[in-house]
């Protein structure tokens, strides 16, 4: 397999054809998510970051980097999702709005006479397992995570800390969700996922929604500054929830001007390349363990949910080697003069090594073309999460790890 296989999005809405309805990223929709984001104690929108240096090297306009590492202390921006839908859920059992609630009404003495405690059950990678177990100690409640094979035992142990359950399992990660949800039948738990299935799709939906902070925060970012919205996003898709997310708000926030997506996934984990390239409109499954480095992104399953919203909405997909987000991380990490540092972990990095790749290689200067990419581009890149495994940043990071082996013999 190449370093990076691109397919344009043959389902992307043509003159005539209704797209997917995005309602529930409505402006109405994204203030209630970032009033309740806001009771949180601690909330701070995260840096939007202007890589001016970056820019020039590349031969771009303007690259514009959101950096999620800073979101509540940990380390990711997967607890938007998990703690608004865990909201949305407790004031439909309390019997009141959660805008008049907020963060601290959810567990008041009263709240909790009417709901008891509860225990929230979920599978994760890491980061979304951390921001349920995060939010479930937040309010009282109890959570348990079940981890896919070869999950990282520090993220395994900051889950723990929150003092939920983890268990890291010998499954890839669309069966570990399917356990889950398993046990939450069986012992009565509340199931917290992001991606959705026939008859679940409300808690994947309100998840998807709480993402909505992040991309209404660039939005405001943005408009603060007075700068134009950008020309390009590229968004890393796991199950698609996320991607599906900011690019449904961005598309609502500046509607014509909404800038041309491009959904970018590891090789071994590339659903929603397969499923743009089928050009059915449907979604394709991979299997096995997706062994990937960009853990945070080895989903075999699109979301039902998210899925609608990128076959209408994007350009492209991408398909990436492991080495495309270590070149990320490292270059990132590395600034130019003048840049400002950014800790990105695997999955967080792959948009820029793949920005990187697509405008300094002449294969991807090919790819780059297609997708519009040039000097007047303004991109937007969004670092999912920063060194959630400090053990894997520093082995690519600092040792080599992960090396791009065609530039390195070029350069020999």
């Not at 998510?33 to 590349?58: C, D, K, M, W």
């Not at 080495?323 to 948009?351: F, T, W, Y």
Request: hydrophobic letters at 40%; glycine letters at 10%; aromatic letters at 6%.
């Amino acid at each position: 397999m190449k370093e990076v296989e691109i397919t344009a999005n043959p389902m992307l809405i043509q003159p005539g054809r209704q797209g997917a309805c995005l309602d529930d990223f409505s402006d109405r929709a994204a203030s209630e998510v970032i009033s309740f984001h806001q009771s949180l104690s601690g909330y701070e929108p995260t840096p939007l970051i202007n890589l001016t240096a970056l820019s020039r090297s590349l031969s771009l306009g303007q690259i514009w980097l959101k950096d999620e590492s800073k979101r509540f202390g940990l380390n990711a921006f997967k607890v938007l999702g998990g703690s608004y839908a865990m909201g949305r859920l407790l004031a439909e059992k309390i019997g009141r709005s959660l805008s008049d609630l907020g963060f601290a009404g959810l567990s008041t003495d009263e709240a909790k006479a009417k709901v008891g405690t509860l225990t929230f059950v979920t599978a994760t990678d890491g980061n979304h397992g951390r921001g349920v177990a995060w939010t479930a100690q937040k309010l009282g409640h109890k959570a348990v995570v079940f981890m896919p094979k070869g999950s990282a035992q520090i993220r395994a142990d900051n889950i723990r800390a929150t003092g939920a359950q983890c268990h890291i399992t010998d499954l890839n990660y669309d069966d570990a969700v399917r356990l889950a949800d398993s046990k939450a039948r069986e012992n009565g738990w509340i199931m917290v996922q992001d991606t959705a299935w026939e008859g679940y799709r409300d808690i994947p939906r309100w998840i998807m929604q709480g993402y909505m902070t992040l991309a209404q925060e660039i939005a405001d970012q943005l408009a603060a500054r007075r700068q134009p919205a950008p020309t390009h996003v590229f968004l890393q898709a796991g199950v698609g929830s996320f991607a599906g997310a900011v690019l449904g708000r961005l598309t609502k926030a500046w509607g014509p001007q909404a800038p041309k997506a491009i959904i970018v996934e590891p090789h071994l984990a590339n659903c929603h390349y397969r499923s743009f390239s089928a050009g059915d409109g449907n979604p394709k499954i991979v299997g096995g363990l997706m062994e990937t480095i960009m853990a945070g992104l080895a989903c075999g399953e699109p979301s039902t949910l998210s899925w609608p919203v990128l076959r209408d909405y994007s350009i492209a997909a991408v398909s990436c080697a492991d080495h495309i987000a270590a070149n990320g991380m490292r270059l990132l990490g590395a600034p130019k003069e003048g840049d400002e540092q950014v800790v990105s972990g695997e999955s967080g990095a792959v948009c820029a090594g793949l920005l990187e790749y697509l405008t300094s290689t002449g294969a991807g200067k090919e790819m780059a073309g297609s997708l519009g990419l040039g000097k007047d581009s303004r991109v937007l890149l969004i670092s999912t999460e920063g060194d959630t495994s400090p053990e894997m940043y520093r082995r690519v990071v600092w040792y080599g790890q992960h090396p791009d082996l065609e530039r390195k013999l070029e350069n020999a």
